[in-house]
């Protein structure tokens, strides 16, 4: 008779009717397990006399060298499906892995309730950097699940007291109230906002609340009927635009919440015969590759990428090795160009 191969972990997943993830979990007490799916797969795994391996478990604890960069996919007209400030991003923070030693591996998010505990399982990286999330108030729960499971990672994002783990993030309430301000020292009274003023966008919303500031603070009056929400597209800017313009309410300025929210707005005042800046001054943020190069080019707020990519790295690192790290936010920098009529 020939030896009976020992029982493995496909095996208990098998019979119970789960994952092999799901029962690594399991077996090592994750509380993201039922108590019943638990007692099903450890009276199995008893059945099979299934052993854990020690040495692997062992090599698993080991870190890997390895951070995960896992993408939002936003929707894009081409098939990366990746915003592009976050590829300006990405070098960076390559860089700042490699002059910390560490591999960089890239990839989606993916959105079924577990994908964050997947890392964990597979020791495939030491700690997750985060980039994009959709509608905050729906991510919010997945970040609490990353930090009752102890999973090391770090948010690309607005900075909010008592949000969970660690964020990154620019000063979207000062780069607002920045590019705002300078719009209204170009003699533009009736400002329109393009983007999401609400809590599902904390980032857009942060900008709105600079942009009313300085509204207020000019004495101006903030017109709820001049601000649209929208996502980040070129193609979302130029619906908005376009739902502005049939409200038919005055306005000679528009502050898009993105970079490519504004040059989508840019193109729908072009197709209804509106020029920019001599009709309507416009404004975006992000000051991605392309903002320099659209017609005329566009005022914008940049967020240091370079930065950006050292602290998220550096913040990650730090949890790594059980060091102290908090919250950071980066301070926001407006380039002026011709689409608010200064500027070259």
């Known amino acids: 008779m020939g030896i009976k191969p020992k029982a493995t972990s496909f095996d208990i997943a098998y019979m119970a009717g789960v994952s092999q993830p799901t029962v690594s979990r399991a077996l090592r007490g994750s509380p993201l397990v039922s108590e019943e799916t638990r007692k099903r797969i450890l009276d199995i ?3 099979l006399n299934y052993k854990v391996d020690k040495n692997a478990s062992s090599l698993r604890s080991q870190q890997s060298g390895t951070l995960a960069l896992l993408l939002f996919e936003d929707p894009t007209p081409d098939d990366s499906h990746i915003n592009p400030f976050f590829l300006s991003m990405l070098g960076s923070i390559t860089r700042a892995c490699a002059l910390r030693n560490y591999d960089l591996l890239v990839s989606f998010q993916q959105l079924s309730d577990d994908w964050h505990a997947d890392y964990e399982d597979s020791n495939r990286a030491d700690g997750l950097i985060l980039l994009g999330y959709g509608d905050y108030m729906d991510y919010h729960s997945k ?18 007291e008592q949000q969970p783990g660690v964020s990154i993030g620019c000063d979207n309430v000062q780069g607002g109230r920045d590019c705002t301000a300078h719009l209204i020292k170009q003699g533009r009274r009736k400002i329109a906002f393009i983007g999401g003023a609400d809590a599902g966008c904390p980032e857009f919303f942060d900008r709105y609340h600079g942009y009313t500031e300085a509204l207020q603070a000019a004495g101006l009056t903030v017109q709820p009927e001049l601000q649209i929400n929208a996502i980040t597209t ?3 800017g130029y619906e908005a635009m376009c739902e502005l313009l049939e409200r038919k309410v005055p306005f000679d300025a528009l502050f898009g ?88």
């Not at 499971?149 to 690309?156: A, E, N, P």
């Open 45 to 47: 795994a008893r059945q």
């Open 143 to 160: 970040l609490e699940k990353l930090m009752e499971q102890g999973t090391r990672f770090v948010l690309w994002g607005a900075v909010r």
């Open 234 to 236: 070129e193609r979302a």
């Open 257 to 344: 919440a993105s970079d490519l929210i504004a040059i989508g707005a840019m193109r729908a005042l072009a197709d209804n015969g509106y020029r920019v800046p001599e009709d309507v001054a416009v404004a975006g943020f992000d000051d991605t590759p392309l903002a320099s190069f659209t017609n005329p080019p566009l005022t914008t707020v940049l967020q240091d990428t370079k930065r950006a990519g050292e602290l998220l790295v550096e913040s990650l690192v730090k949890q790594i090795h059980k060091q102290p790290v908090s919250s950071q936010k980066i301070p926001a920098q407006l380039v002026v160009r011709r689409s608010c009529g200064a500027g070259k």
